[in-house]
């Protein structure tokens, strides 16, 4: 294991000494140094969670726009996403399929795939450990450049779509000891404003959902409007009420007449407390021993509704073991009214929030006819409490 943690260290020196656009190029090539590997790819997981991108060494530059793109549902990466394990294959004459999770903190950017003309043993472990470090670099180096905001792309974006995307946390999932937590956003056609938003600081963490009235860039804008007055209110320590407050203002004073429903969700990493705004939003779905159920609290006026009163924080029930989806109303209209909500969520509860979120997102847009006329958004957060982490999941 000594080797293998030198090896690591390697990667990651690598990576830093080189450009930020060569961090792949240089991975690639410390695995075929080290295990001879003959063919190396990263594929990258899409911005929706439906699709991979396939980037091989050969076309890591941002100009080689014709990436194959390479859908993943019931197949082995799939497997390879949803377990987090390293398979393995024989593939013939082609010698000997690696593919690994490239996961950090529970986001999945992607996997790595590599074929090896043998494996000896102790390869698969070592080859887990270069995927996890390549995590890592990508987190690091996607701040300072375009390739992987390319890289997770299978369609066109729009103005609207380039301004809502920004305003997404970077990373679509998390995991800590006391949680785990994932989103998906489907995008209608013309945008339509939703958003979803997470932090964690030393004791709290922090949720949001919310959808804007309208559609296109004006939505997207409003959009813009509400998450960053949330935010601003939440890292200057403002309460629940007055984040709550400052985000219903800044619509008052800058959203040209619209309103917006949301939620603002705060959760005690102790397990002391779990508090909740609701601004005219649809209730949370709570799974909690085998049932689902509405979490049914009192709903305030929309954001940006004139001569409003105080926001009502109210306490929510949350024990350890409990599921809560958090959703926009994109879920359940128009033609997503067939999507069984409380079912899916039955029906997954063994997976990993990311998997829930993916598997929402894909029934919402087969329901639409992948053309849904409503943004579709839902938040999903498993709470396991102080004091540690549930069996591992996939597991009944």
């Avoid at 450990?129 to 180096?141: G, M, P, Q, S």
């Avoid at 949330?230 to 709550?244: C, N, T, V």
């Avoid at 939620?263 to 939003?281: D, F, P, Y």
């Avoid at 709903?299 to 409990?322: C, E, K, M, S």
């Amino acid at each position: 294991m000594v080797g293998d943690r030198i090896g690591l260290a390697e990667v990651l020196e690598a990576a830093e000494a080189a450009a930020p656009v060569a961090s792949l190029d240089v991975v690639a090539r410390n695995l075929r140094e080290r295990f001879g590997a003959r063919y190396v790819s990263f594929l990258f997981v899409d911005i929706v969670g439906q699709r991979l991108l396939r980037v091989s060494e050969q076309s890591i530059a941002p100009h080689e726009r014709r990436a194959d793109e390479v859908p993943f549902d019931d197949s082995i990466y799939d497997e390879v996403l949803r377990t987090q394990k390293v398979v393995h294959e024989p593939q013939g004459e082609r010698g000997q399929r690696v593919l690994a999770p490239v996961t950090n903190r529970g986001d999945t950017v992607g996997v790595l795939e590599l074929f090896l003309t043998r494996v000896p043993q102790g390869v698969l472990a070592q080859i887990e450990e270069v995927a996890h470090a390549l995590a890592y670099v990508i987190v690091t180096d996607r701040r300072f450049t375009d390739l992987y905001h390319w890289g997770n792309r299978t369609t066109s974006v729009s103005l609207a779509a380039e301004i809502q995307r920004q305003l997404l946390p970077s990373a679509s999932a998390c995991e800590a000891t006391e949680f785990a937590l994932a989103g998906a956003l489907v995008p209608a056609s013309d945008i339509a404003g939703d958003t979803f938003d997470y932090s964690l600081d030393q004791d709290t963490l922090h949720l949001s959902i919310t959808d804007a009235m309208g559609h296109d860039v004006d939505a997207a804008l409003m959009a813009t409007l509400l998450v960053n007055a949330s935010r601003g209110a939440r890292r200057a320590g403002a309460d629940l009420a007055e984040q709550a407050h400052r985000t219903h203002q800044a619509l008052l004073e800058h959203g040209r007449r619209t309103f917006a429903t949301g939620q603002l969700l705060r959760i005690a990493l102790n397990g002391s407390s779990a508090q909740l705004v609701n601004a005219g939003h649809p209730w949370p779905l709570r799974l909690r021993e085998g049932t689902v159920e509405e979490v049914r609290l009192a709903v305030n006026l929309p954001f940006g509704v004139p001569a409003h009163g105080t926001y009502q924080v109210q306490d929510i029930d949350l024990r350890p073991g409990d599921r809560l989806v958090l959703y926009t109303d994109g879920m359940q209209e128009r033609q997503a009214q067939k999507v069984d909500l409380p079912g899916l969520i039955l029906d997954t509860a063994t997976e990993h929030p990311r998997e829930v979120a993916r598997h929402l997102a894909t029934a919402v847009t087969d329901a639409c006819n992948n053309n849904p006329q409503d943004d579709a958004t839902a938040l999903c957060l498993d709470w396991h409490g102080p004091h540690g982490r549930p069996a591992p999941y996939g597991r009944a």
